[in-house]
């Protein structure tokens, strides 16, 4: 049996307290398009029907994640991968499906206990063009790199690694050593495309499911405009601005209304086909600027 693997973070869930402040920072701040619902809401970026979901909840924590499959054959043969390693899962129904606005849906969860769903056939509504809440120089980059990027909660490296690699059919590996607060880590970064990586985790020391996720503006000027946004908005930053040296990503971290982190973007190059591994995790800035922040 030829070995599957997703394309691509597609979308994610949250599960959020406040939607009044999540609407607030990703309309002044982010710069997305936000959908209010009845009991939930979405967030544009392009022709996707959504690319983040908030449904209103207590936790203020990663509810899902969404990883695509390029069509039926995948996901079947992907049923079949996932039989073989022993790896439990469920089939959505048509009603759970359209809920998430795709054609078919699986369930199933990481070693960490994390919420992971596979599917394809995303809804695209080239009919409604994305509308930025606010002005911006230029657009975010998705297409077939994806949404973006994740630093999710893991229960041991190995095991995280051995299911992001042999289930869903990532590629990886260490890229950096580094000390962060005082501590020694290495990160793993996993990748299912041409974007540095969809996926990481190794990094300790935060107690939700999910520490932050990416989105990556095609302007670096866009990434200067939100900073001074979140200044001006006073949402709390953890990190200012500065360069990765595994991902060259030009970003800054702020805190979400939900305690976790988004990380503003520009600039990013493509996943490393052969692994190397730097002894810094930044060629320069990112400085800590609250590391109180972290908890």
Known sequence: MNKVGVTELGYIGFEVSDLDAWQAFATQVLGVEYVAGT??????????????????GASDDLRYMGFRLSGPEDFWAMQGQ????????????????EERHV????????????????????????????????AMHGKFVLGAGGMGHMIIRERGVAASERFYREALGMRGSIEARM????????????????????????????????????????????VG?????????????????GRHQNDNMVSFYMQTP?????EYGWGGTPALEQSEYNPRGDSW?????DPSLLG
């Not at 009991?39 to 209103?56: E, F, Q």
Request: hydrophobic share 45%; aromatic share 8%; glycine share 8%.
């Open 39 to 56: 009991h939930d809401a979405s967030i544009r970026m392009d022709y996707w029907h959504r690319r983040i979901a908030l449904h209103r």
């Open 82 to 97: 996932l039989n073989a390693l022993g790896v439990r899962f469920e089939i959505a129904s048509a009603v759970e499906a």
């Open 103 to 134: 054609l078919e849906l699986l369930r199933l969860e990481d070693p960490a206990g994390l919420p992971v769903e596979l599917f394809h056939g995303p809804q695209v509504d080239r009919h409604a063009p994305f509308h930025p809440a606010r």
């Open 179 to 222: 000390n962060m607060m005082g501590s020694q880590i290495a990160p793993m970064f996993m990748h299912c495309n041409a974007r540095g990586h969809s996926v990481a985790f190794g990094i300790p020391g935060f107690s939700k499911r999910v520490q932050h996720f990416m989105i990556e503006a095609d302007s670096l000027d866009d």
């Open 225 to 241: 405009l939100t900073y001074e946004l979140a200044k001006a908005h006073k949402v709390p930053i953890l990190m200012g601005i």
């Open 258 to 262: 939900s305690g976790f982190f988004c």
């Open 285 to 289: 800035g990112h400085e800590m600027l």
